[in-house]
C-alpha cells in the first residue's frame, strides 16, 4: 500500500518505520528536516521536508497515488484540515486525523472524517485499570509492542 | 413601531489587526461583539482597550463557542492568522449549532477551493485581496517619464501601448499630435525603429517622444 503520513514526532515517525518494514511505502512529510532523524537510519521509505497543508508538497509525496494518509502534526486543527484537504480534493478515500482533542475528534467523526483521538484512549484504558486493577492484557501489548491487530480488540472493550 | 432593543451579535475569533479594528467597527455600528483571543498576552492588551467585549480562549473549541453563546451569534468570523484554525471555527460553528452567518478569513490563497468545497460559502481571502491591490498598483504606467532635455521644459518620455491603447492600429501619419511634440523612436521586439508616416502602431510597441512639460498629463490620459 502506498501510505503518506504528515508530522514525524514520536507517532509519525514510529508508524513509518513500522509500516515501511512491513513492506509498505511510507512517504513521510514534516515541516522540519531534523524530524527525520527520528526514523532512525534504516528507513526504508522516502522523506519530504515541507508543510502538510501545502499541496505541492503532498503531491511530490505521492499524494494522487495514496491509499491512506496519516495527519499526525503536533496540531489538532491542522490535521482535521489535511485530513480533509486529500478526502476531498485529492479523492483518497481513507484519511485519519489525530486528535488530542475528544469532542472535535467526535464532532468531526459525526461529520463523516475517521479520527483517532489520544486523549479518549488513554483515558479509555485509565478508567479501565481504575475499574478492574489492570490494564486489559490486549492494551498492554498494544503499549508495549505498538501491534496494529491489538486496535480492534481494544475497540471490543468499548472504551468511550 | 417598537424600538428595535435587540442588537446584533457578533463572534470574532483571533484578536489580530484583523480581528482588532473588525471588533471596533462592528461595536460603532452598535454590534453586540465578543472578541475571542486565546493568547493571554494579546488578551490582556485587548482587554486592556476593548474591555469586556474579549475573552480568553481557543475558539476552534466547541464548549469555549458554546460558553461564548455561539447559539444566538447572528455572525461568527474566523480572523486567525491560521487558516487550519480558521476551518475548524467556521466548521465547528456551522456543523455543531448550525445558526447565523459564518466568514472565515483566509491567508493563504491556495486554500479558497478547500474551504469552498467543505461548505464554507462566505470567505474573506486577505492575502489575495492585498496582492490584487498591490498588482493593480504595479501595473506598469503607459507613459514613463525617461528625462528631460537640459534647460528646458522638453521631457523625453517612452509610451507603452497595452492591448486597449487607441493607438494601436493607428498609422503615425493618422495621428493628430501637437505641433510641439514629436516621436522620435519606436521600440518594437527590442529593436528601436525611426518612425515613418506610413508605421500602424501595434501592442507592445514602445514609443520614445519628446514632449513639452505641459501635455504630459493630457497624454497621459490620453494614452491610458
Given at each position: 500500500?502506498?501510505?503518506?503520513?504528515?508530522?514525524?514526532?514520536?507517532?509519525?515517525?514510529?508508524?513509518?518505520?513500522?509500516?515501511?518494514?512491513?513492506?509498505?511505502?511510507?512517504?513521510?512529510?514534516?515541516?522540519?528536516?531534523?524530524?527525520?532523524?527520528?526514523?532512525?537510519?534504516?528507513?526504508?521509505?522516502s522523506?519530504?521536508?515541507?508543510?502538510?497543508?501545502?499541496?505541492?508538497?503532498?503531491?511530490?509525496?505521492?499524494?494522487?497515488?495514496?491509499?491512506?494518509?496519516?495527519?499526525?502534526?503536533?496540531?489538532?486543527?491542522?490535521?482535521?484540515?489535511?485530513?480533509?484537504?486529500?478526502?476531498?480534493?485529492?479523492?483518497?478515500?481513507?484519511?485519519?486525523?489525530?486528535?488530542?482533542?475528544?469532542?472535535?475528534?467526535e464532532?468531526?467523526?459525526?461529520?463523516?472524517?475517521?479520527?483517532?483521538?489520544?486523549?479518549?484512549?488513554?483515558?479509555?484504558?485509565?478508567?479501565?485499570?481504575?475499574?478492574?486493577?489492570?490494564?486489559?492484557?490486549?492494551?498492554c501489548?498494544?503499549?508495549?509492542?505498538?501491534?496494529?491487530s491489538?486496535?480492534?480488540?481494544i475497540?471490543k472493550?468499548?472504551?468511550? | 413601531?417598537?424600538?428595535?432593543?435587540?442588537?446584533?451579535?457578533?463572534?470574532?475569533?483571533?484578536?489580530?489587526?484583523?480581528?482588532?479594528?473588525?471588533?471596533?467597527?462592528?461595536?460603532?455600528?452598535?454590534?453586540e461583539?465578543?472578541?475571542?483571543e486565546?493568547?493571554?498576552?494579546?488578551?490582556?492588551?485587548?482587554?486592556?482597550?476593548?474591555?469586556?467585549?474579549?475573552?480568553?480562549?481557543?475558539?476552534?473549541?466547541?464548549?469555549?463557542?458554546?460558553?461564548?453563546?455561539?447559539?444566538?451569534?447572528?455572525?461568527?468570523?474566523?480572523?486567525?492568522?491560521?487558516?487550519?484554525?480558521?476551518l475548524?471555527?467556521?466548521?465547528?460553528?456551522?456543523?455543531?449549532?448550525?445558526?447565523?452567518?459564518?466568514?472565515?478569513?483566509?491567508?493563504?490563497?491556495?486554500?479558497?477551493?478547500?474551504?469552498?468545497?467543505?461548505?464554507?460559502?462566505?470567505?474573506?481571502?486577505?492575502?489575495?485581496?492585498i496582492?490584487?491591490?498591490?498588482?493593480?498598483?504595479?501595473?506598469?504606467?503607459?507613459?514613463?517619464?525617461?528625462?528631460?532635455?537640459?534647460?528646458?521644459?522638453?521631457?523625453?518620455?517612452?509610451?507603452?501601448?497595452e492591448?486597449?491603447?487607441?493607438?494601436?492600429?493607428?498609422?503615425?501619419?493618422?495621428?493628430?499630435?501637437?505641433?510641439?511634440?514629436?516621436?522620435?523612436?519606436?521600440?518594437?521586439?527590442?529593436?528601436?525603429?525611426?518612425?515613418?508616416?506610413?508605421?500602424?502602431?501595434?501592442?507592445?510597441d514602445?514609443?520614445?517622444?519628446?514632449?513639452?512639460?505641459?501635455?504630459?498629463?493630457?497624454?497621459?490620459?490620453?494614452?491610458?
Amino acid at each position: 500500500m502506498n501510505i503518506i503520513i504528515v508530522g514525524c514526532g514520536r507517532c509519525g515517525s514510529r508508524l513509518g518505520r513500522r509500516l515501511a518494514e512491513s513492506g509498505n511505502r511510507v512517504s513521510v512529510v514534516d515541516i522540519t528536516r531534523a524530524a527525520f532523524n527520528r526514523l532512525g537510519p534504516n528507513f526504508q521509505g522516502s522523506t519530504y521536508q515541507g508543510s502538510g497543508l501545502d499541496q505541492e508538497v503532498l503531491i511530490r509525496a505521492g499524494l494522487e497515488n495514496a491509499d491512506i494518509v496519516f495527519a499526525l502534526t503536533g496540531g489538532d486543527n491542522r490535521n482535521l484540515m489535511i485530513a480533509q484537504l486529500v478526502k476531498i480534493q485529492f479523492s483518497v478515500e481513507r484519511a485519519v486525523a489525530r486528535l488530542h482533542d475528544p469532542v472535535r475528534a467526535e464532532k468531526y467523526h459525526e461529520m463523516g472524517l475517521e479520527t483517532i483521538c489520544t486523549t479518549t484512549i488513554t483515558t479509555g484504558l485509565l478508567e479501565l485499570y481504575a475499574t478492574n486493577g489492570s490494564f486489559p492484557e490486549t492494551s498492554c501489548d498494544l503499549a508495549i509492542h505498538g501491534d496494529h491487530s491489538m486496535l480492534q480488540e481494544i475497540k471490543k472493550q468499548e472504551i468511550k | 413601531m417598537p424600538e428595535k432593543t435587540v442588537k446584533n451579535y457578533a463572534i470574532i475569533v483571533g484578536g489580530g489587526k484583523i480581528g482588532y479594528f473588525l471588533a471596533r467597527s462592528l461595536i460603532n455600528r452598535n454590534y453586540e461583539v465578543l472578541l475571542m483571543e486565546k493568547d493571554s498576552r494579546t488578551y490582556h492588551q485587548l482587554s486592556a482597550d476593548l474591555g469586556d467585549v474579549v475573552m480568553q480562549g481557543d475558539g476552534c473549541e466547541p464548549t469555549i463557542l458554546q460558553m461564548a453563546g455561539v447559539e444566538r451569534a447572528n455572525l461568527v468570523v474566523a480572523a486567525t492568522g491560521d487558516d487550519a484554525d480558521n476551518l475548524v471555527v467556521c466548521q465547528m460553528a456551522q456543523h455543531c449549532f448550525g445558526r447565523g452567518r459564518v466568514i472565515a478569513r483566509i491567508n493563504n490563497p491556495e486554500n479558497e477551493t478547500l474551504f469552498e468545497k467543505l461548505g464554507i460559502s462566505e470567505r474573506v481571502n486577505s492575502t489575495g485581496a492585498i496582492l490584487n491591490l498591490i498588482g493593480k498598483k504595479m501595473q506598469r504606467p503607459a507613459v514613463v517619464l525617461m528625462g528631460m532635455l537640459e534647460s528646458s521644459d522638453i521631457e523625453v518620455v517612452e509610451i507603452i501601448l497595452e492591448e486597449n491603447s487607441p493607438l494601436v492600429g493607428a498609422a503615425l501619419r493618422d495621428l493628430q499630435l501637437p505641433h510641439d511634440t514629436l516621436i522620435i523612436s519606436v521600440l518594437r521586439s527590442g529593436k528601436a525603429m525611426i518612425p515613418t508616416a506610413d508605421l500602424v502602431f501595434a501592442v507592445d510597441d514602445v514609443l520614445v517622444a519628446l514632449i513639452p512639460t505641459k501635455w504630459e498629463s493630457t497624454l497621459r490620459e490620453f494614452v491610458a
